[in-house]
């Protein structure tokens, strides 16, 4: 079974306006954490984002926020203001910690195109 | 300021053939991991190091071996290449438990 599930492929939004990323996670690892991470077309990875589990608030990072619902199993990533420059393939990741050690497992990416 | 460091960046390797690829972090971080990133498969473990002189396998680890040299290197060792094993690598690394990990650039590796 899917561990981290992104289910949007692709998502288009146009220059300045919201968008929101989803990531669901399955877990029975009571510290767990979750992570966002950016890929623009040069193919590096590019931190954004940490919520972790017994965070009692949602993360932020300036135009970043985490909208973690736990008892969904939900973190879904929002943009506010897009920008050119926001267009990437996004990974959502979670670390468990089986056995005192951080193990790490990625979702499939949703790759945003923002608009002019 | 170099952070994760991976060499080569990019290789061509004919089937058969075994290769290293080489990585080296400068930010005193004790987990060491390398991943490899297929088209719609997002990131998918191989190794990691939890700190010097341990490894562990992940999730994709048949084929490939891993030295942790010091708390610096973390190699990963293709014995004989096969076209599947055609991937972009990366290596990262971490430091405390709340922070993200690091990110090497990546290598592209091409087996024919």
């Known amino acids: 079974a899917q561990k981290i599930t992104q289910t949007q492929p692709g998502m288009f939004v146009q220059e300045k306006e919201a968008v929101t990323l989803d990531c669901t996670y399955d877990?029975?690892?009571?510290?767990?954490?979750l992570f966002w991470y950016k890929q623009p077309s040069s193919g590096e990875m590019i931190f954004l984002i940490y919520?972790?589990?017994?965070?009692?608030q949602n993360a932020t990072e300036g135009r970043y926020s985490l909208n973690f619902q736990k008892a969904r199993k939900s973190a879904n990533l929002v943009i506010s203001a897009s920008q050119l420059g926001d267009s990437a393939m996004y990974f959502c990741?979670?670390?468990?910690?089986?056995?005192?050690?951080?193990?790490?497992?990625f979702g499939t990416g949703t790759r945003l195109k923002v608009l002019a | 300021n170099a952070g994760v460091t991976q060499t080569p960046k990019f290789q061509v390797l004919k089937t058969g053939q075994s290769m290293t690829l080489q990585c080296a972090q400068d930010?005193?971080?004790?987990?060491m991991y390398w991943y490899r990133q297929d088209p719609g498969m997002g990131l998918r473990l191989i190794y990691y190091?939890?700190?010097?002189?341990?490894?562990d396998k992940g999730e994709v680890p048949n084929g490939y071996n891993v030295s942790r040299l010091n708390k610096r290197e973390f190699s990963l060792r293709l014995e004989s290449a096969a076209p599947s094993q055609t991937s972009v690598y990366f290596c990262?690394?971490?430091?405390?438990?709340?922070?993200?990990?690091?990110f090497g650039d990546g290598t592209r590796l091409s087996i024919l």
């Open positions: 930010m005193n971080h004790n987990s």
């Open positions: 990262a690394s971490e430091g405390e438990s709340n922070q993200p990990q690091h």
């Open positions: 877990t029975s690892d009571p510290s767990y954490g």
């Open positions: 990741a979670m670390r468990e910690t089986p056995s005192g050690t951080y193990k790490y497992i």
């Open positions: 919520q972790g589990s017994y965070d009692q």
């Open positions: 190091s939890a700190s010097e002189g341990t490894t």
